[in-house]
């Protein structure tokens, strides 16, 4: 009885020992993933919170997209993807699946797969066709100044609510 | 003609047809801008959306809206995506139809969509609620939740929407599209919720045709309504009383 | 009544584990087949935007409805109490049980998304059938199970009389649901009639029991047990009632909708030249189905015979995959009716018939679906015990003289 305890508490220590070691071992043969630099000065909100929280915030604003029309920029992918996978100086653009693309980098290390971009588009719009990030500009008329054509959020608000004292 | 120096959006077509003299009062047009709607508000059971459309105008052999589509929402056409898919298994979110009358032989055309029915039957049979109606009355599918049933194909009276067959790449940001879900015609909502016009009124209006409207069902002194209550509109299949927001003269 | 002895079969026979293999290597087809489609997509199959519902959907809703009718013996048993059937009851109500199994394999690995299944089963839209079939197929599955665990469970043989009424109440609630899918489409002109859902009943009454027969058939005398001919008899009549029931509302319903001018199109599409359909619904639905196997049931010089009694079932069975293919396949070939009275052309294919080949993946998985039933059953005899040991007449028949 008493020999058959100690086997087993060795057992039980040689085990906690692989544990601590494994990742130790895991580590030293993959590289921590290369997370690529982002295009923007400033995430939406602190690196730690985004790295553990993305998806929440990103379900949420789908729901709140595809089911209520709201188009904030926030937490919205294609805004994540415009700033963290912009092109680079010759128009060169990762995608989805290679170690550069900002997503895959880290998902093909954790190996958790995902599968918004079976859908979802994994690099910014072409920008001789669309312009969805400068302010002021309409998304559905590159080039095109806004007055001209569709009012952008910021001009409704300076036509409702200014427009009529001045 | 390029894209940009022709397209004229619903509110531009407004301001030159106020400048051209027409009795449009600037109360009307300060009504129009109240109703446009901030990126954080949520689309609004006061609007309808809808449009209508003027057979007599929708010439024969025309596909403008049909290419405008494909372009804003990066469907089929020339570039097609879809790739390994037979031409009966690729994606139409809008068709040019031609009806021929069997007794008297007229001809009619028409392009043909999701009709935005009040009352979807696609939107009914969904059974995880991925086929859905937004509070302004734009039918959508959520293709988060879409399994792929197909259930809503067999539903829909007007053949309005399409499966995807294959995996897909190259997709436009504004409009998210994958093997396996259903998808059809969004109004555009990409565009609608940022105050704009559907990408097939636009080019039916900037090439000239003028056989497309879009606007406000909820709003008495909208284009679209005056034009209703003027001139009057049929529904496809009314017998199934499905109150669309799609309406057509003409037929 | 003698006290009856369940066996399992033992199951170590070389024709045993043949057919084992075969149903086996149909299962990993259709399995093969799943994963050819859903790693390519749908454009390996037959299936279209114009015919979006193919062979696994006539595979699949056979199954379901069938799932339903095999429980006849077993409802009949508990339900309407009569003694003679209730040693099949078990063998009955598992076989119901696999083929449900098996029909919603397939419904289910014809998905686009068939990874999404957690969303089917979380996400509920209340006015969609399809939300309340999958409510109504899980919940079969349970209600079922505690009905077979109640018979096999001496110690709650008691109980299973109430587990039979549930299961019986709750089997018409599903084939109607089942009906419902097609019976509440107001789009097409094959479907929107009401009589779908009692039609659906009425069928897999027939569809359930030509399988039960089969299978019953099949074990007894594989396995050299002695069915008698009283028990036999009963088979052989309940399925002929169900023939005449099927043929009666196939009638009613093509009557109804032959009366109103507008499904007239429809109708001569399936009746008169609608190509395929039209031949599998005289040659198949019709004759093969319902008329020979009618022959077969009745003709006093057939009263006898086994071998009789198994081929109107396997024409039964047969007739059934035509039914569904003409009304799943033919129902959406027939071109949507948007425009009356007028000739509607487009490049989406608007107007004219719908063109609709099977491809083999779609065939395999299909097939793999009615495979996996009968695997399941196969094992379930072997596992289980579910079926007397002997069933002769001296066995069952108190009023029987030697």
Same mark, same amino acid.
Request: glycine share 8%; charged share 20%.
């Given at each position: 009885?008493?020999?058959?305890?100690?086997?087993?508490?060795?057992?039980?220590?040689?085990?906690?020992?692989?544990?601590?070691?494994?990742?130790?071992?895991?580590?030293?043969?993959?590289?921590?993933? @290369?997370?690529?630099?982002?295009?923007?000065?400033?995430?939406?909100?602190?690196?730690?919170?985004?790295?553990?929280?993305?998806?929440?915030?990103?379900?949420?604003?789908?729901?709140?997209?595809?089911?209520?029309?709201?188009?904030?920029?926030? $937490?919205?992918?294609?805004?994540?993807?415009?700033?963290?996978?912009?092109?680079?100086?010759?128009?060169?653009?990762?995608?989805?699946?290679?170690?550069?693309?900002?997503?895959?980098?880290?998902?093909?290390?954790?190996?958790?797969?995902?599968?918004?971009?079976?859908?979802?588009?994994?690099?910014?719009?072409?920008?001789?066709?669309?312009?969805?990030?400068?302010?002021?500009?309409?998304?559905?008329?590159?080039?095109?100044?806004?007055?001209?054509?569709?009012?952008?959020?910021?001009?409704?608000?300076?036509?409702?609510?200014?427009?009529?004292?001045? | 003609?390029?894209?940009?120096?022709?397209?004229?959006?619903?509110?531009?077509?407004?301001?030159?047809?106020?400048?051209?003299?027409?009795?449009?009062?600037?109360?009307?047009?300060?009504?129009?801008?109240?109703?446009?709607?901030?990126?954080?508000?949520?689309?609004?059971?006061?609007?309808?959306?809808?449009?209508?459309?003027?057979?007599?105008?929708?010439?024969?052999?025309?596909?403008?809206?049909?290419?405008?589509?494909?372009?804003?929402?990066?469907?089929?056409?020339?570039?097609?995506?879809?790739?390994?898919?037979?031409?009966?298994?690729?994606?139409?979110?809008?068709?040019?139809?031609?009806?021929?009358?069997?007794?008297?032989?007229?001809?009619?055309?028409?392009?043909?969509?999701?009709?935005?029915?009040?009352?979807?039957?696609?939107?009914?049979?969904?059974?995880?609620?991925?086929?859905?109606?937004?509070?302004?009355?734009?039918?959508?599918?959520?293709?988060?939740?879409?399994?792929?049933?197909?259930?809503?194909?067999?539903?829909?009276?007007?053949?309005?929407?399409?499966?995807?067959?294959?995996?897909?790449?190259?997709?436009?940001?504004?409009?998210?599209?994958?093997?396996?879900?259903?998808?059809?015609?969004?109004?555009? @909502?990409?565009?609608?919720?940022?105050?704009?016009?559907?990408?097939?009124?636009?080019?039916?209006?900037?090439?000239?045709?003028?056989?497309?409207?879009?606007?406000?069902?909820?709003?008495?002194?909208? $284009?679209?309504?005056?034009?209703?209550?003027?001139?009057?509109?049929?529904?496809?299949?009314?017998?199934?009383?499905?109150?669309?927001?799609?309406?057509?003269?003409?037929? | 009544?003698?006290?009856?002895?369940?066996?399992?079969?033992?199951?170590?026979?070389?024709?045993?584990?043949?057919?084992?293999?075969?149903?086996?290597?149909?299962?990993?087809?259709?399995?093969?087949?799943?994963?050819?489609?859903?790693?390519?997509?749908?454009?390996?199959?037959?299936?279209?935007?114009?015919?979006?519902?193919?062979?696994?959907?006539?595979?699949?809703?056979?199954?379901?409805?069938?799932?339903?009718?095999?429980?006849?013996?077993?409802?009949?048993?508990?339900?309407?109490?009569?003694?003679?059937?209730?040693?099949?009851?078990?063998?009955?109500? @598992?076989?119901?049980?696999?083929?449900?199994?098996?029909?919603?394999?397939?419904?289910?690995?014809?998905?686009?998304?068939?990874?999404?299944?957690?969303?089917?089963?979380?996400?509920?839209?209340?006015?969609?059938?399809?939300?309340?079939?999958?409510?109504?197929?899980?919940?079969?599955?349970?209600?079922?199970?505690?009905?077979?665990?109640?018979?096999?469970?001496?110690?709650?043989?008691?109980?299973?009389?109430?587990?039979?009424?549930?299961?019986?109440?709750?089997?018409?609630?599903?084939?109607?649901?089942?009906?419902?899918?097609?019976?509440?489409?107001?789009?097409?002109?094959?479907?929107?009639?009401?009589?779908?859902?009692?039609?659906?009943?009425?069928?897999?009454?027939?569809?359930?029991?030509?399988?039960?027969?089969?299978?019953?058939?099949?074990?007894?005398?594989?396995?050299?047990?002695?069915?008698?001919?009283?028990?036999?008899?009963?088979?052989?009549?309940?399925?002929?009632?169900?023939?005449?029931?099927?043929?009666?509302?196939?009638?009613?319903?093509?009557?109804?909708?032959?009366?109103?001018?507008?499904?007239?199109?429809?109708?001569?599409?399936?009746?008169?030249?609608?190509?395929?359909?039209?031949?599998?619904?005289?040659?198949?639905?019709?004759?093969?189905?319902?008329?020979?196997?009618?022959?077969?049931?009745?003709?006093?010089?057939?009263?006898?015979?086994?071998?009789?009694?198994?081929?109107?079932?396997?024409?039964?069975?047969?007739?059934?995959?035509?039914?569904?293919?003409?009304?799943?396949?033919?129902?959406?070939?027939?071109?949507?009716?948007?425009?009356?009275?007028?000739?509607?052309?487009?490049?989406?294919?608007?107007?004219?018939?719908?063109?609709?080949?099977?491809?083999?993946?779609?065939?395999?998985?299909?097939?793999?679906?009615?495979?996996?039933?009968?695997?399941?059953?196969?094992?379930?005899?072997?596992?289980?015990?579910?079926?007397?040991?002997?069933?002769?007449?001296?066995?069952?028949?108190?009023?029987?003289?030697?």
């Amino acid at each position: 009885m008493a020999y058959s305890q100690r086997l087993s508490r060795k057992a039980i220590a040689w085990l906690i020992g692989a544990v601590l070691v494994l990742p130790l071992t895991t580590f030293a043969e993959v590289p921590s993933p @290369v997370i690529p630099k982002a295009k923007g000065d400033k995430c939406v909100r602190p690196t730690e919170i985004m790295r553990k929280d993305h998806m929440k915030f990103l379900l949420h604003h789908r729901e709140e997209t595809v089911r209520e029309g709201i188009r904030t920029k926030k $937490d919205s992918l294609k805004e994540c993807i415009a700033c963290h996978n912009a092109p680079d100086k010759n128009g060169k653009v990762a995608r989805i699946g290679s170690p550069e693309h900002f997503c895959s980098t880290c998902h093909n290390y954790a190996a958790v797969k995902i599968d918004c971009f079976e859908c979802h588009a994994d690099k910014p719009a072409n920008t001789q066709y669309r312009h969805s990030l400068a302010e002021g500009d309409s998304p559905h008329h590159p080039g095109m100044k806004s007055e001209d054509k569709v009012l952008s959020g910021k001009t409704l608000e300076i036509l409702t609510a200014k427009g009529d004292k001045e | 003609m390029s894209h940009q120096e022709t397209d004229i959006s619903r509110r531009q077509f407004l301001g030159k047809a106020a400048a051209a003299g027409l009795m449009i009062a600037p109360g009307v047009m300060l009504y129009k801008v109240a109703q446009a709607r901030a990126p954080e508000m949520p689309a609004s059971s006061s609007n309808r959306w809808g449009m209508l459309i003027d057979t007599s105008k929708c010439a024969t052999g025309c596909s403008d809206c049909v290419t405008a589509c494909q372009t804003e929402n990066g469907w089929g056409g020339e570039n097609s995506n879809e790739v390994h898919s037979a031409p009966t298994q690729q994606a139409h979110w809008i068709r040019k139809v031609k009806l021929t009358d069997k007794q008297t032989g007229h001809v009619q055309s028409l392009p043909l969509m999701c009709q935005h029915c009040e009352n979807p039957p696609c939107v009914d049979v969904c059974p995880t609620g991925a086929s859905m109606k937004r509070a302004d009355g734009i039918v959508l599918v959520d293709k988060h939740i879409c399994i792929g049933c197909r259930y809503c194909m067999m539903a829909c009276p007007y053949k309005a929407r399409s499966f995807i067959h294959e995996e897909l790449h190259n997709q436009i940001p504004y409009a998210p599209r994958g093997k396996g879900t259903v998808e059809s015609c969004t109004m555009c @909502v990409q565009r609608v919720d940022n105050n704009g016009t559907p990408a097939c009124v636009e080019a039916c209006n900037s090439e000239g045709h003028k056989a497309m409207y879009f606007g406000d069902l909820n709003d008495p002194s909208s $284009d679209i309504s005056k034009r209703l209550k003027e001139y009057g509109a049929t529904e496809i299949r009314a017998d199934l009383e499905l109150n669309t927001g799609v309406r057509y003269q003409g037929i | 009544m003698k006290t009856l002895t369940y066996k399992m079969i033992d199951g170590n026979s070389s024709g045993y584990l043949a057919l084992l293999a075969i149903l086996g290597l149909f299962v990993l087809a259709g399995a093969t087949a799943f994963f050819y489609m859903e790693h390519n997509g749908h454009w390996v199959t037959g299936m279209s935007n114009q015919v979006v519902w193919g062979i696994p959907h006539v595979f699949a809703v056979f199954l379901i409805v069938s799932a339903s009718g095999a429980l006849n013996v077993a409802s009949i048993s508990s339900v309407f109490n009569r003694k003679i059937y209730k040693p099949l009851a078990p063998l009955s109500a @598992v076989l119901a049980l696999t083929l449900l199994l098996g029909g919603l394999t397939i419904l289910v690995l014809d998905l686009g998304r068939p990874d999404r299944l957690i969303v089917a089963m979380t996400k509920y839209n209340f006015k969609s059938i399809f939300a309340w079939n999958m409510i109504l197929y899980n919940g079969f599955l349970a209600i079922v199970g505690v009905y077979v665990w109640f018979m096999l469970e001496r110690k709650m043989n008691k109980f299973s009389r109430y587990a039979g009424f549930a299961a019986f109440f709750w089997r018409l609630i599903l084939t109607t649901g089942t009906g419902a899918i097609f019976g509440f489409l107001v789009a097409r002109d094959a479907y929107d009639v009401a009589i779908m859902a009692p039609m659906f009943i009425i069928m897999s009454f027939a569809y359930g029991l030509a399988i039960f027969n089969i299978v019953t058939i099949a074990i007894y005398s594989w396995t050299d047990r002695q069915l008698g001919d009283v028990i036999f008899e009963r088979l052989r009549t309940l399925l002929g009632v169900f023939i005449g029931a099927v043929f009666y509302f196939v009638t009613v319903y093509h009557l109804t909708k032959l009366y109103a001018t507008k499904h007239h199109g429809v109708e001569n599409f399936i009746l008169v030249d609608g190509g395929i359909y039209t031949t599998l619904f005289w040659l198949g639905q019709v004759i093969i189905g319902l008329l020979i196997p009618a022959i077969l049931v009745f003709h006093p010089a057939f009263a006898k015979s086994r071998k009789a009694l198994v081929s109107a079932s396997v024409l039964v069975i047969a007739g059934g995959l035509s039914q569904m293919y003409v009304t799943i396949i033919g129902g959406q070939a027939y071109p949507l009716e948007m425009f009356p009275g007028k000739i509607i052309e487009s490049s989406f294919f608007d107007g004219g018939i719908k063109a609709y080949t099977p491809s083999l993946p779609e065939l395999a998985l299909g097939l793999g679906g009615f495979a996996l039933s009968l695997l399941m059953i196969a094992l379930a005899i072997k596992v289980l015990r579910l079926i007397p040991d002997n069933l002769s007449d001296a066995e069952i028949d108190p009023h029987h003289k030697a």
